[in-house]
């Protein structure tokens, strides 16, 4: 009998919702990358095929991936596009999850440092989402274990989204339309007339759209499963000199997501006028890791600029030149700092920087880039990056 009650109610919930007009009903079937099976999606990936991250030594093309997430369930990562682009998540409805991680921008913000709720910069940079069901840490001073853990941060920190849990859940229960996709994305949790949205809900249906950001079809990969043509001679040089003894760019930045997700002290500088950051140190009470940071994932780079975790470098070319200007010649001084052993003096040329960039540039794979919703349950229009400061339209909110 009860069975009979939830469906009819999901089935009324369907009926009555409308967005601008427009009954919507939750996808049913999985991002693209993604099969299918047993109610949820996997991910289906040519290096599902190699064997390890071992199997052909540091930089190998046919390398395998870490462990990811999957498992989430068509509608729940349909619903959680819907709140990844609704501003009705933040305190005063002005900015979504993509105001700092907009998809036209890399999942970045093409700012220096984010803007978050109180228009004031916040620490650092926005890092790209893509393939962060990869990742084992989050932030750039890795001290969130889960995608879940990372949004608790964004939502209620008062410099970003500054939201509330009892606000954020009395906002979306207030509104029928967000009411009859949670029915439909969580069926089993709806089975009365008095089921209201719940917190894990909520931070389900956004890990499980953040973790379908899949981006692994680049030009790049396409030569690693065995098309030669893929690259051009100039990025084939690239290549070599990324995986040479001699730059060690591979040794840190592993494909195939081009980051051993491991915390480096490199030096980088601050900004002009910014103050030292003391990075990992803080949240791992560690004092070898002052300046530490999370080496960034390389894939889709030249859409994520300015560069290093403070948007020290405008250019992917002032990026890579950093590395070949001697170890630690950026170090402030009165800072005593442990650069991590990869980063020594490889003495590049400008042609082989120039190289090393053309080769970068083969990462961009936006193929599976999500769409951004027309128009929202909650009546807002959606949030991407539009924000700015004077002067300045690299400062801008994001994952710190």
Not at 165 to 177: F, G, K, T, V, Y
Request: proline share 7%; hydrophobic share 40%.
């Amino acid at each position: 009998m009860m069975r009979s009650f939830s469906l009819a109610l999901l089935l009324i919930l369907i009926s009555t919702l409308a967005v601008a007009g427009e009954t919507v009903v939750l996808r049913e079937d999985c991002p693209p990358g993604f099969e299918l099976t047993r109610g949820h999606c996997e991910l289906r990936t040519l290096y599902q095929l190699y064997e390890s991250l071992q199997s052909a030594g540091v930089g190998g093309l046919k390398t395998g991936l870490p462990e990811h997430r999957d498992g989430f369930s068509p509608r729940e990562t349909d619903l959680g596009r819907y709140l990844f682009f609704d501003p009705v998540l933040s305190a005063d409805g002005s900015l979504s999850c993509a105001s700092c991680h907009d998809p036209n921008r890399g999942f970045a913000d093409g700012m220096g440092r984010s803007i978050g709720i109180t228009g004031a910069p916040v620490k650092r940079s926005a890092p790209t989402l893509w393939n962060v069901a990869f990742l084992n840490s989050f932030f750039w001073d890795g001290r969130a274990a889960s995608l879940e853990e990372q949004m608790l941060g964004r939502l209620y920190d008062p410099m970003e989204m500054g939201n509330t849990p009892e606000q954020l859940l009395a906002s979306l229960n207030d509104i029928p339309a967000y009411r009859a996709l949670f029915a439909q994305a969580f069926p089993a949790e709806f089975t009365n007339a008095a089921a209201d949205i719940q917190l894990h809900q909520i931070y389900r249906a956004l890990t499980a759209f953040q973790v379908s950001l899949v981006s692994l079809n680049s030009r790049y990969d396409q030569y690693a499963h065995g098309y030669a043509e893929a690259l051009t001679e100039n990025e084939k040089e690239g290549l070599n000199i990324f995986r040479s003894f001699v730059a060690r760019c591979a040794e840190c930045h592993t494909p195939p997501l081009f980051t051993n997700q491991q915390i480096a002290v490199i030096g980088t500088p601050e900004p002009e006028g910014l103050p030292f950051d003391p990075g990992a140190e803080v949240p791992l009470n560690e004092p070898t890791q002052r300046g530490g940071f999370k080496v960034p994932s390389l894939r889709n780079i030249e859409l994520t600029a300015p560069y290093m975790h403070s948007g020290r470098f405008e250019t992917l070319r002032d990026a890579a030149e950093f590395y070949t200007k001697g170890r630690g010649h950026a170090v402030p001084e009165g800072e005593d700092l442990m650069i991590h052993w990869h980063v020594w003096e490889p003495n590049l040329t400008d042609d082989e920087l120039d190289r090393l960039v053309d080769f970068m540039k083969t990462l961009t794979d936006e193929s599976f880039k999500p769409k951004m919703p027309e128009n929202l349950p909650s009546g807002l229009t959606p949030a991407h990056n539009t924000l700015a400061v004077a002067g300045d339209t690299r400062i801008g909110g994001g994952q710190q």
